[in-house]
């Protein structure tokens, strides 16, 4: 048996997966486009199961049946867009559409109120950038501020990546990159979560575990196995954002290299 890896990317408008061998040869690809929903100026969501989800398992289905006779996936990697906003309920079930990451400007409001209240010095010094679109702390305090009775039901405040792992194997997890864009519930120097800032906006147990993307946060279970094609038992690790896989897969891993990632963003790493 020849052992095979599987790594899908969600993206803000497409989707695409590989099949390849531990050593990065490429056996099989497929892609899935979609479209992001902007209900309001400023405002950027996507369906986590329209989307997310249904992106990931008609990928997984389309590679899963390009498999060889005699090999196997033995691993699951996933990457997603930059950290987003899903409220999930008790059973994992979406609250609203997933409130994407610097693109959506919605929060201007809850940045500029948590700065005033803390100082921009503060929030820095605990996550160590200052609070921007980007960050999810100041729109979870938005979805406080303006759709309270879903504030109320939600029993996790996950991401892109999360609510896929969370589909594969029944565990809430978030790699350590994505959950830096958390702030300001994050402490960058502990890579963990952090009380300091949070009274106002969530309990911590209501965010999801945090993991390095060589880690792995569970196996696919049955149910996920049969939707997508996955073998059970499959272990999936725990995620990345998109930026950090693109620089990997070009080599962009050490001080003083740079990669220049042209796509519905741009940006340097």
């Known amino acids: ?41 400023g405002y950027a969501e996507h369906d986590a199961d329209e ?46 559409p997933g409130i994407l990451y610097g693109v959506d400007t919605r929060a201007v409001d809850q940045i500029e109120a948590l700065e005033k209240r803390y100082t921009r010095e503060a929030l820095v010094s605990l996550g160590g950038t200052r609070l921007t679109t980007q960050a999810v702390g100041p729109k979870i305090l938005w ?27 029944g565990n809430y997890a978030i790699d350590a990159h994505t959950a830096t864009e958390f702030n300001p519930l994050i402490n960058i120097k502990t890579v963990a979560w952090d009380p300091t800032f949070a009274e106002e906006i969530t309990p911590l147990e209501k965010l999801p575990t945090i993991g390095w993307s060589d880690e792995i946060a569970g196996q696919v279970s049955p149910e996920a196995a049969q939707e997508t094609g ?27 290299e740079l990669m220049i990632m042209y796509g519905s963003t ?4």
Request: aromatic share 8%.
């Open 1 to 41: 048996m020849s052992e095979l890896l599987l790594g899908i990317d969600i993206g803000t408008y497409s989707s695409k997966g590989v099949l390849c061998r531990p050593d990065g040869s490429i056996l099989a690809e497929a892609r899935a486009d979609h479209d992001m929903s902007i209900p309001k100026p």
């Open 51 to 96: 989307v997310w989800w249904a992106d990931f398992k008609h990928i997984a289905q389309a590679l899963s049946a390009k498999v060889p006779d005699g090999d196997q996936i033995v691993g699951v990697g996933v990457s997603a867009i930059g950290a987003c906003l899903l409220p999930v309920d008790e059973d994992g079930t979406p609250l609203r």
């Open 143 to 169: 979805l406080k501020d303006n759709e309270p009775e879903i504030y109320k039901k939600a029993a996790k405040f996950i991401t892109s990546t999360s609510y896929i792992i969370y589909k594969l194997t």
């Open 230 to 256: 996955i073998p059970a038992g499959t272990p999936v690790n725990f995620g990345a954002v998109d930026a950090l896989s693109e620089a990997v897969s070009v080599g962009v891993v050490d001080v003083g």
């Open 266 to 269: 741009a940006f340097f790493i």
